[in-house]
């Protein structure tokens, strides 16, 4: 695989990019302090639409599918109660800030976005997506089980009506195939424990669902749910007041590994460097000095791999 397309870009400023080296993290911001916030509850609206509409075709495919794969089909009466339960659980969830969302580009020099993220001045950080990305526990506290749905992936976000219409379908009829036995109350065990698989799905859906005038940003997220982590969060200023996030990282394997599953975290507690491969210089009148100080930093750090380039976006 190329490179280039090996990595997405977290545009930020100069403060933000001095934080991600020093750190070695990411931030994940609370879903409902987004600027575009709106368009994760127009995901569960058309989740519902389509659900509403659509429920019986949704079924009978997902009966075909488990047929073919020798696996037991779903249960009409319980689907119909668990799923839209469901759907109105993972908003509930955004709504109280326990889904989370990264966010980068698959774009390293694009103007809309120097515009937006890069303040004074601009650095298009190129991040490899291939390490999976944890959650860091605050001051080396440790994740419960439950606590974290997922690992947070990188996935493209979705500007076209029918191919977002498309995969709600497909998360709903994987949420079908793989639904709670017959009788399971929705507060069981058993219930908990696949509603923390399929709400990932269907938060990872949602969440990378954009209206059509955004795709010029030509987006990735990463986006994922966490449950019961109040004294997990940390918090920043935000365009919205007092932003609640979690730190990302990488965990360094060698180190030994930690718990993992679908309803919980890999426990951070040995982390490696973040995969910056690249790094671009936004437009700037000073764009030599500005390279130059960014070397030195890169030597300082002892990161030489890093690779700095410079926008080709002209400065006005």
């Known amino acids: 695989m190329n490179r280039v397309n090996q990595l997405v870009w977290h545009y930020t400023n100069t403060e933000g990019l001095l934080g991600i080296l020093e750190s070695n ?9 987004l600027n575009d916030s709106s368009e994760l509850h127009h995901g569960i609206k058309l989740a519902r639409e389509i659900w509403a509409s659509e429920s019986s075709e949704i079924l009978t495919a997902a009966k075909n599918e488990a047929e073919e794969q020798g696996m037991q089909p779903p249960n009409e009466d319980t689907v119909q109660q668990y799923l839209p339960a469901t759907i109105d ?17 698959l774009d390293p020099d694009l103007l809309n976005q120097w515009r937006g993220y890069g303040g004074a001045q601009g650095y298009a950080i190129g991040i490899d997506k291939g390490p999976e990305l944890g959650v860091l526990p605050k001051d080396g506290a440790s994740w419960e089980i439950g606590q974290i749905m997922a690992l947070p992936r990188w996935k493209k976000v979705i500007y076209l009506e029918q191919d977002q219409i ?62 019961e982590i109040d004294s997990q969060l940390r918090f920043r200023p935000g365009p919205m007041g007092v932003t609640p996030y979690v730190a990302l990282g990488v965990h360094d394997e060698s180190k030994g590994s930690g ?8 426990l951070m507690s040995h982390q490696r460097k973040l995969p910056i491969r690249e790094i671009f210089i936004g437009p700037s009148p000073n764009i030599k000095a500005t390279e130059e100080g960014l070397k030195r930093l890169i030597k300082c750090m002892m990161r030489g791999e890093i690779i700095i380039k410079r926008s080709e976006v002209p400065f006005r």
């Open 259 to 266: 718990k993992s599953g679908v309803n919980y975290q890999p």
């Open 166 to 227: 498309n995969t709600i379908r497909q998360t709903l009829r994987f949420m079908c195939l793989f639904s709670p036995c017959e009788g399971e109350g929705f507060q069981s065990r058993e219930w908990r424990t696949w509603y923390g698989g399929h709400a990932l799905f269907l938060t990872e859906a949602v969440a990378i669902i954009k209206h059509k005038g955004f795709s010029g940003e030509r987006e990735v997220r990463a986006a994922f749910g966490c449950r």
């Open 25 to 33: 993290t990411l931030w994940a911001t609370a879903a409902n302090m």
């Open 89 to 105: 659980e993972v908003e509930r969830e955004i709504s109280e800030n326990s889904v989370f969302v990264a966010c980068a580009s």
